[in-house]
């Protein structure tokens, strides 16, 4: 029986560092642009110029 309240508060303490943990990215700003990121592979990358020096 006493394994069963063991198990149950090691299990609130995870769920409880999940919890805060998800809490913390949110305010932080971790979810702010969630548009960009599924159409980022849509748009090609403008390839640098490259300089061709003259033998002058």
């Known amino acids: 029986m006493t394994i069963i309240f063991l198990l149950i508060g090691i299990s609130l303490t995870v769920a409880l560092f999940f919890l805060s943990s998800f809490i ?11 548009y960009t990121p599924a159409v980022r592979m849509l748009f090609e990358e403008e390839k640098p110029a490259v300089k061709e020096e003259g033998g002058d």
Request: without cysteine.
């Open 24 to 34: 913390w990215a949110v305010k932080s700003g971790q979810y702010e642009d969630d």
